[in-house]
C-alpha cells in the first residue's frame, strides 16, 4: 500500500474516531508522519555530496502539504542537477522555468504544487506523473531507483 493511501487510511480512521467518540477528539493533525524521513533525506543528500543547505524541512512540508511522495522532488534533484550542484536560477528539477525561481524554498513548493494540481500530473500516481515529467522509461526508473536508496537507508531515530 503506498504511503499516500496510508496517510489517507489514517486520516479517515482519525475522522472516524472523531464522530466515534466525540470526547476524544482526534484530528487529522494529530496523525504524525513516520520518523525517519528527515534523517534519510539528510542522509541522501550527504551521500551524493549536495550543497548545503538541504532544504530538507522544505521537501517534507511539500510532500505534505501535496500529498506527494517525500522522496521524489529530492530524487529529482539529483538527475537535474547534481542536487543543486548543476542549477541555474534555484532550478533544481529541470523545470521549465522561463525565469526560474526566487529561492530553491519557491521551486520546491511550484513544483510540488504543479505535480500535484495541474492538469497534467494530477490524479496520476507517482509513475504517471514520472512519464509526463519526462516521457523516457529510463528516466522514470533512475528516479525510481534513487527514491528506493532514500527509503533503503537506516532510520537514525530508533
Not at 71 to 94: D, H, M, T, V
Request: aromatic share 14%.
Amino acid at each position: 500500500m503506498s504511503r499516500i493511501r496510508i496517510k489517507k487510511l489514517l486520516y479517515a480512521v482519525a475522522g472516524a474516531a472523531c464522530c466515534l467518540f466525540p470526547s476524544e477528539t482526534i484530528s487529522p493533525s494529530d496523525v504524525v508522519p513516520p520518523p525517519g524521513r528527515a534523517d534519510k533525506l539528510e542522509s541522501f543528500f550527504e551521500s551524493y555530496h549536495c550543497p548545503q543547505p538541504f532544504y530538507t524541512a522544505d521537501y517534507l512540508r511539500a510532500a505534505d502539504t501535496y500529498h506527494l511522495d517525500y522522496r521524489l522532488l529530492p530524487a529529482i534533484s539529483i538527475i537535474e542537477s547534481k542536487c543543486g550542484q548543476y542549477r541555474k536560477w534555484n532550478n533544481r528539477w529541470g523545470w521549465t522555468a522561463v525565469h526560474g525561481f526566487s529561492t530553491v524554498r519557491a521551486g520546491i513548493n511550484f513544483v510540488a504544487s504543479r505535480l500535484a494540481q495541474s492538469y497534467f500530473y494530477k490524479d496520476k500516481t507517482t509513475e504517471g506523473k514520472l512519464l509526463v515529467y519526462n516521457p523516457s522509461p529510463r528516466y522514470s526508473q533512475v528516479v525510481k531507483q534513487l527514491m528506493g536508496e532514500i527509503e533503503d537507508l537506516e532510520n537514525t531515530d530508533d
